[in-house]
């Protein structure tokens, strides 16, 4: 097992009825701004348990956060937190919401010309360089709401930027798994994809006999296998809705991550094609992630082969026979899930996709990606092209 360090201090309030603790769990003199996306808290009742929480508190609202979260629109929430003076953010939405949050409490501190550096010159928000939030989960799948992480679009630039740090883990946040009922199943098939991909991320890597990491991964992913056709069927289904919530919250919340090497290749490619067609995350994930494990089977087989038994009761063959035989169970796991696997399902136009991103990576100087930190562009490139 490798050295780490792990802190969380993220508070959960897990269960239903939790959106009335907002009113006990924030500080009675902030002054504060509840942020959402496109509308959805409007129609499914999230909203008024909100405002009905916020009584009694300065508050006000800033809405239209698009999935994605989009730095124009972030940067006109930026000039309403410093105008206003607000002194605390309210997330309520999902991962995106959460992510736009995360950049605006480190952009409002932020002292430097364009807080677009935050993110283009990769920099750490510590402890205490951010404004606090909280925020109330919406969508199971990103684990945002409770890590220190964000992702931030930029339309006119075609960039999709990650930033982070120690400052960016939420005060507390709401998990109410009620909230699942009305998430369309499209989005649905996205969180279980996002989150089961966050586990891979993690754990098909190479061997470091950290026993009990693995479990925790496994766990995660069998217990997603079991929950997902259930919450695809019936998303009201409460104990399904508690059950993939808690999974994507565990899923990438710093636990797994300790003690283990980390891959994250498929999110780094993934993003590119985010910001190239606008396909939503979790399938960008379920495109590349075939791609990157069969190209990579010889590091990876013996982490691959440990999955497929443990998780798909894959039982025969060869080590990397019973690691190829993993990949394909993980693509079909997604195809259930009715998520495409192949780019030219999304698009006609992906020529010239692989080589795009290829050379975007060597312009940034991400030359080395993967767990060995020995993936080129060159490699990317191949990647891609076997997804087409
Ligand atoms: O905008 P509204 O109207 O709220 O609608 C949203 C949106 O259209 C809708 N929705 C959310 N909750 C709902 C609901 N519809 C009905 N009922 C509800 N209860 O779902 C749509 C998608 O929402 P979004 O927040 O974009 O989805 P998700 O949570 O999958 O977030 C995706 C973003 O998170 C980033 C992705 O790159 C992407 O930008 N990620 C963030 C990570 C992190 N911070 O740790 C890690 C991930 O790997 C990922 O990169
Ligand atoms: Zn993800």
Known sequence: MLNFELKNPTKILFGKGQIARIAKELPKDAKILMLYGGGSIKKNGVYEQVVQALEGFQWQEFGGI???????????????????????????????????????????????????DIL??????????????ATV???????????????????????KLSMGGPGLFPVFSILDPTVVASIPARQIANGVTDAFTHVLEQYVTYPVGAILQDRFAESVMQSLVEVAPKIMQNPADYEAAANFMWCCTMALNGLLSRGVPGDWAIHAIGHELTAQYHIDHARTLAIILPGHYTYNLEAKKEKLA?????????????????????????????????IPTHLSEYTENYEGTAEKIAATFTERGWVALGEHRNLKPSDVEVIVKMRY
């Open 120 to 133: 283009e010159k990769n920099m750490r928000t510590e402890e205490g360089a951010a404004l606090p939030f």
């Open 66 to 116: 698009p999935a994605n979260p989009e730095y124009s629109v972030l940067l006109e929430a930026l000039k309403v937190i410093k105008e206003e003076k607000i002194t605390y953010l309210l997330a309520v939405g999902g991962g995106s919401v959460i992510d736009g949050v995360k950049f605006l409490s480190a952009a409002a501190l932020y002292t430097g010309d364009s807080p677009w």
């Open 137 to 159: 989960l919406t969508l199971p799948a990103t684990g945002s709401e409770m890590n220190s992480g964000s992702v931030i679009s930029r339309a006119e630039t075609g960039q």
């Open 306 to 338: 440990q999955y497929g038994t443990r998780v798909w009761g894959i039982t025969t063959g060869t080590i990397e026979e019973k690691a190829a035989a993993a990949i394909a169970k993980t693509e079909a796991f997604f195809n259930r899930l009715n």
